[in-house]
T-cell receptor, first 111, second 112 residues
Framework: QQQVKQSPQSLIVQKGGIPIINCAYE??????FPWYQQFPGKGPALLIAIRPDVSEKKEGRFTISFNKSAKQFSLHIMDSQPGDSATYFC??????????FGKGTRLSVIA | NAGVMQNPRHLVRRRGQEARLRCSPMKGHSHVYWYRQLPEEGLKFMVYLQKENIIDESGMPKERFSAEFPKEGPSILRIQQVVRGDSAAYFC??????????FGPGTRLTVT
């Protein structure tokens, strides 16, 4: 119930490609779905987040797609760059509750 | 605006010693969360505190671990009698009221 399942574990794309990372959840009480970016040796940085009343949200090159009926959400990175190489985590929560994280996707963008 | 601050950034302890990890939330934030990250793993929730109160400690081991967030000063995660399995990165996050949590740079604990 409390799990967030993230896939793939790792992803390699060419510069300019559009990596897509998927997450699925079970708990229908979740109403906040953020994505975090983490570089080695650093803390997770909040990238973008979505609430279930919208199906898509864009911020710069990052887009979240949200499918409430399927209980799935995904991150798309447009025109990916080598500097986007990092580990990406999806998460879910409701209210002030702690975030439940996926296991992460290690993205490598090669020039 | 200063972000979430954690110190020390790296901590080495021998088995049986105590580890104290500090977290200063972002200015104005009164909610603090501690998470633990093992290598190649996601972050796992440990404890959620507001000023002078523990709200949820369901993710924290019952023994050897404790946390506080006093009226004045940083939040502290304390691990007594550390064992090798405690080696991990410990992150704290803070939030203003709800939802958006901002993370610090973490404390990497190594138990030798």
């Amino acid at each position: 119930q409390q799990q967030v399942k993230q896939s793939p574990q790792s992803l390699i794309v060419q510069k300019g490609g559009i990596p897509i990372i998927n997450c699925a959840y079970e708990n229908t009480a979740f109403d906040y779905f953020p994505w975090y970016q983490q570089f080695p040796g650093k803390g997770p940085a909040l990238l973008i987040a979505i609430r279930p009343d919208v199906s898509e949200k864009k911020e710069g090159r990052f887009t979240i797609s949200f499918n409430k009926s399927a209980k799935q959400f995904s991150l798309h990175i447009m025109d990916s760059q080598p500097g986007d190489s990092a580990t990406y985590f999806c998460a879910a929560s409701w209210g002030n509750t702690p975030l439940v994280f996926g296991k992460g996707t290690r993205l490598s963008v090669i020039a | 605006n200063a972000g979430v601050m954690q110190n020390p950034r790296h901590l080495v302890r021998r088995r049986g010693q105590e580890a104290r990890l500090r977290c200063s939330p972002m200015k104005g934030h009164s909610h603090v969360y501690w998470y633990r990250q093992l290598p190649e793993e996601g972050l796992k929730f440990m404890v959620y505190l507001q000023k002078e109160n523990i709200i949820d400690e369901s993710g924290m081991p019952k023994e050897r671990f404790s946390a506080e967030f006093p009226k004045e000063g940083p939040s502290i995660l304390r691990i007594q009698q550390v064992v090798r399995g405690d080696s991990a990165a410990y992150f704290c996050a803070s939030s203003l009221q709800s939802y958006e949590q901002y993370f610090g740079p973490g404390t990497r604990l190594t138990v030798t």
